[in-house]
């Protein structure tokens, strides 16, 4: 039986809410800002309530089932986080509020700066972009105000291997430089030939996913670093997929100079359908004093102006780098993520961080050597957190990455990531996570084992798909050119 939709639950008079009576002096609105011709449903409380909760019924989310979108690292969000971002002492501060005021939010920002620099090897944190793009973009703008610092005006070209986020060559061209892309080699490693061909005195540096996004650890990355370093260019390294590294490797040690975290990804904190993001970007001492600002730092209450009583040992301000390239974002960056990644941090502790790595890492191996034999495997070597397949089989060449993925709907699953990286054909990004366990595991290998066999057998299921979901298959092409935000009555 298909429930009525709520405009057709709609009858005069009904009324959803209750407001309280009106304890200030009333007042009508400006003429302009009254719209009496918006056909809005009246309903009861209880029809209302029963709309929202049903329409919140019709989504997927890492709550309701498993989730491996594959670069996205859409993994378990503690409630833990949830409850601390929802103190009193955090959502009832303002950010225009004198600094001695808000202490115990500086404080939270400092230690998480610790934090992630402790994690990097980085020297200096902001967490200004709001972003892991606006990360990158911070990132690249200090690239630029170094290599401006120094007078060198000839560099004016961003090196992007072809395995790297797609949002690298955006960062860069709005950076205004030129984006050159590298070519990957036949195990998926940046081709190293490629690259000294490009390494001249116009490079400004390099932006390299590590792992990338075909899952693998690039297994000549000291080289590639000195290869850049060479001709006087930085290494940026896109920290979307530190869950794979974190408490393992620090990239400051690995040879990059600077680098983005994704709080929304590896520091489990919501994201999806825009946000919210966090997108802090650390570098090494050369690059500090161009960092987006103002960061926190901290110094001993005794020479501090704040007074309060039971204040610490030490006071927290706000500062601007001695070069700073300027704001990012409208005060200090996105708090409520901070909190958040704050609290899984310190809830983990460093062994458990370090394991939390470790078991994506395990994860995706188990996965994709499981399904490697039907599925054909482009790069056959150990994988990192996630890995890349190929949604065609040789024997249903009509079948797609797309049929394969609407029919997983259907099993219950949220589909992988498709067709990207774009080096792949038929490509099937999946990154299990280190939050699921072996049954869940099991279950998808069962399903995708399925999947092949009806592909075969049966592929009009597979073009059909989804049937079982509330809107069956849709041309997303047609829905993103041929837009309806709008409901026709």
Not at 235 to 257: S, V
Not at 274 to 279: A, I, L, N, R, Y
Not at 340 to 353: E, H, N, P, V
């Amino acid at each position: 039986m298909t429930e009525p939709l709520i405009y057709e639950l709609s009858v005069s008079g009904r009324c959803g809410v209750s407001l309280p009576e009106v304890d200030v002096p009333q007042t009508d609105l400006p003429a302009g800002m009254i719209r009496g011709d918006l056909p809005l449903p009246e309903v009861g409380e209880v029809d209302l309530m029963r709309h929202y909760t049903r329409l919140s019924q019709m989504n997927h989310g890492v709550d309701i089932g498993f989730y491996p979108l594959g670069s996205c690292t859409m993994k378990y969000n503690p409630k833990v986080n949830e409850e601390t971002a929802r103190l009193p002492g955090f959502v009832r501060t303002h950010p225009y509020q004198h600094h001695c005021t808000v202490q115990g939010n500086l404080e939270l920002m400092y230690g998480l700066q610790e934090q992630l620099k402790a994690l990097s090897g980085f020297d200096a944190v902001s967490l200004q972009p709001a972003a892991g793009a606006h990360g990158e973009f911070a990132g690249i703008l200090i690239m630029r105000a170094y290599h401006e610092s120094k007078g060198d005006e000839k560099r004016v070209k961003i090196l992007i291997p072809d395995s790297g986020h797609g949002t690298n060559p955006a960062s860069a061209t709005m950076s205004g430089y030129q984006m050159v892309e590298l070519r990957s080699d036949t195990r998926g490693n940046v081709d190293l030939s490629d690259l000294r061909a490009h390494c001249d005195e116009t490079v400004v540096g390099l932006m390299l996913t590590n792992p990338n996004t075909l899952g693998l650890f690039e297994e000549h990355l000291q080289e590639i670093c000195d290869l850049v370093h060479a001709c006087g260019g930085l290494m940026y390294g896109d920290g979307a997929n530190f869950n794979a590294l974190m408490g393992i490797a620090k990239p400051a040690e690995l040879g990059f100079d600077v680098m983005h975290f994704n709080l929304h990804k590896t520091f489990s904190t919501p994201h999806g359908g825009g946000g919210p993001g966090s997108g802090p970007v650390g570098v090494v001492e050369s690059l500090a004093r161009f960092l987006p600002g103002p960061i926190v730092e901290r110094e001993e209450a005794r020479t501090c102006e704040c007074e309060a009583e039971g204040m610490s040992a030490f006071c927290y301000h706000l500062v601007m780098p001695e070069a700073s390239i300027g704001r990012m974002k409208s005060f200090y960056g996105n708090f409520s993520v901070m909190i958040k990644a704050y609290t899984y941090i310190r809830m983990l502790g460093a062994a458990g961080l370090r394991e939390a790595s470790e078991m994506a890492v395990l994860n995706a191996n188990y996965l994709q050597t499981k399904l490697k034999g039907v599925y054909p495997l482009p790069y056959d070597r150990i994988c990192m957190h996630e890995f890349v397949l190929e949604g065609r089989l040789p024997a249903a060449p009509e079948v797609h990455a797309l049929d394969i993925s609407k029919r997983l709907m259907d099993y219950g699953y949220h589909p992988p990531t498709n067709y990207f990286p774009l080096i792949v054909p038929e490509a099937l990004m999946i990154e299990p996570t280190e939050t699921e366990s072996r049954q869940t595991l099991d279950s998808f290998i069962e399903a995708m084992l399925a999947i092949a066999r009806e592909a075969v057998e049966s592929p009009e299921l597979l073009h059909e798909a989804p049937r079982s979901t509330p809107i069956t298959r849709v041309d997303e092409v047609r829905a993103a050119r041929q837009l309806k935000l709008r409901r026709e009555t």
